[in-house]
């Protein structure tokens, strides 16, 4: 049996707004898109909890015995300055600005990218597309809406006939929003304006002769509006219809609703069974962006070189403080939270390699049921929780309770005897793999144990030298006044020094 039999996955829908018993439409199969970063701009870590939420989302499948196509594109073309079809195109302004190429700054930030994805231990999606690289299809898809009385052309610009989709569709199925009151709301269209309704949204956009980012199509020279490149790419890649549809949840409307107006539009079918939107990171409670000057780069809380920031952080101390809330609720950020989640983590962490060098041996063992039930129990925790909408807070709390146990095994409390050997091997397997695998959370060593662990070794190493002169007084000051701190020297038969902590 698969474990995503034993532990059925399900999951908030979107569409719904219900948990859901996930049922992927080929068995053993997920096909999962997010929409992924416009590279205009270094990656904040409002952006970076985002791309975490997802990572936990294709681990867990995978954790689960699914295969799964990750697609995660690259925004490098179309994404405008507003909502509305209206000012520069992102990468094109910056391109201006800074009098670079727009494919200068799309590699510039791409590589940004994928520097804070590493850093934060988030894998790489399983295909990576690029808007650029499907100008070709996006083309097509709009000629077929055009083909089909959706869509229409004005002076060079191609736009959606929301108005029309909606005769036959629900625009609005997703955001909870209907027809009649986005009629109503916002900025009247003007005699200037080339949309038949304001609701209407852009396929293609004619290019002005200062437009840098220009490609030829039927309509004359112009480029892709921002919903059509997320369309093509997610259902070339992984069918018409696919599971899981993700993105932050400012990208629910319109971003999201245009997707699925296009896609059902286009191929007859709604394209997505599971949308899934991940909340956002705020600051004080407001949402954390670059526009309103309370972002952080992730390379400044790692340094600490912030005003906001008492110390750095490391990138498995931000990851954990972000696991420990739920995907779909808001986190805010402070120092307090995160000075906690540094202390949280290195226990799980210090369990993780304390696990790791537990071999099993008991020269008799005799196991005892209650403990061995516990410990089942525990590992049954970690899959029911995370086959519980992804819910990594209780995950997390339930790895303290194993780390409590690790300890125990550690320190004699709970002897290896008392536990049988397969559970045991479970128990260990589960540890290290819902912490590796299915979180993310590696072994770190911070920098600060780094400078302690090679200041420690100085001390060893002038302890060893005053025992060759026979300068006992200054050997053992220096062994008792390390005791006196909390770190115990040990000497070992070869003469060899080595230390652990009380
Ligand atoms: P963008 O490059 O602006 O399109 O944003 C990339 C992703 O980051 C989108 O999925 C946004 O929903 C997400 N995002 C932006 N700001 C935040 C935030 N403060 N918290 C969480 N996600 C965010
Ligand atoms: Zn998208």
Redesign the pocket.
């Known amino acids: 049996m698969k474990l995503y039999e034993t532990f059925p996955l399900s999951l908030t829908n979107s569409l719904s707004g219900k948990k859901e018993v996930f049922t992927p439409i080929t068995p053993g199969f997920v096909g999962m898109y997010?929409?992924?970063?416009?590279?205009?701009?270094n990656?904040?870590?409002?952006?970076?909890?985002?791309?975490l939420?997802f990572d936990i989302i294709s681990r867990y499948l995978r954790f689960l015995g699914y295969k799964v196509r990750y697609v995660r594109n690259i925004?490098d073309v179309g994404?405008l300055e507003n909502d509305a079809d209206e000012g520069e195109d992102?990468i094109g302004k910056k391109a201006r600005l800074e009098q670079l190429e727009p494919m200068e700054i799309v590699k510039r930030y791409t590589e940004d990218f994928h520097s804070v994805m590493r850093q934060f231990n988030i894998l790489p999606p399983s295909i990576e597309p690029s808007a650029t690289g499907h100008i070709v299809e996006q083309i097509q898809i709009t000629q077929k809406l055009i083909e089909l009385g959706l869509a229409y052309e004005t002076n060079g610009s191609v736009y959606f006939d929301v108005k029309k989709y909606n005769l036959s569709h629900h625009y609005g199925i997703l955001s909870g929003r209907n027809i009649e009151d986005l009629m109503e709301s916002g900025r009247d269209l003007d005699s200037q304006d080339e949309k038949r309704e304001k609701i209407d949204f852009a396929l293609w956009k004619k290019a002005s002769p200062s437009h840098i980012m220009r490609w030829p199509s039927p309509w004359g020279d112009g480029f892709p509006g921002w919903h059509i490149e997320c369309t093509v790419m997610s259902t070339k890649y992984l069918g018409e219809t696919f599971d899981i549809h993700?993105?932050?949840?400012?990208?629910k409307f319109p971003h999201h609703e245009c997707e699925i107006a296009q896609a059902t539009g286009a191929n007859g079918k709604s394209p997505v069974h599971y949308w899934i939107h991940?909340?956002?990171?705020?600051?004080n409670g407001q949402?954390?962006?670059?526009s309103l000057g309370n972002?952080f780069l992730p390379g400044e809380l790692f340094s600490g070189n912030h005003a906001m920031l008492e110390k750095g952080f490391t990138p498995m101390t931000v990851r954990f403080f972000m696991l420990q809330s739920h995907y779909s609720s808001?986190?805010d950020f402070s120092n307090e939270a995160l000075l906690a989640a540094e202390k949280g983590y290195k226990k799980l962490s210090t369990s993780l390699s304390t696990i790791k060098a537990i071999a099993y041996s008991a020269e008799s063992s005799q196991p005892d049921e209650e403990i061995n039930n516990t410990l089942k129990s525990l590992i049954a925790s970690c899959y029911q929780n995370m086959s519980d909408d992804f819910n990594t807070a209780k995950t997390l709390a339930v790895l303290f309770e194993m780390s409590s146990r690790i300890n125990d095994i550690k320190s004699g409390n709970l002897p290896l005897s008392k536990i049988d050997p397969t559970v045991f091997d479970s128990f260990k397997k589960a540890y290290i793999g819902f912490m590796e695998d299915a979180l993310g959370l590696k072994e770190e060593v911070s920098h600060d144990d780094q400078l302690l662990d090679g200041t420690i070794k100085v001390l060893i190493e002038l302890r060893k030298k005053a025992r060759v002169d026979r300068n006992y007084p200054l050997s053992d000051k220096i062994r008792d006044d390390l005791k006196g701190i909390g770190v115990q020297l040990k000497d070992g038969k070869d003469g060899e020094i080595t230390y652990s902590f009380e």
Not at 34 to 41: D, K, L, M, R
Not at 246 to 251: E, F, S
């Open positions: 997010v929409c992924g970063p416009t590279v205009y701009n990656v904040h870590l409002g952006n970076a909890r985002t791309f939420s925004t994404h992102k993700g993105g932050g949840m400012d990208l991940s909340n956002m990171l705020t600051v949402k954390m962006s670059k972002s808001t986190l």
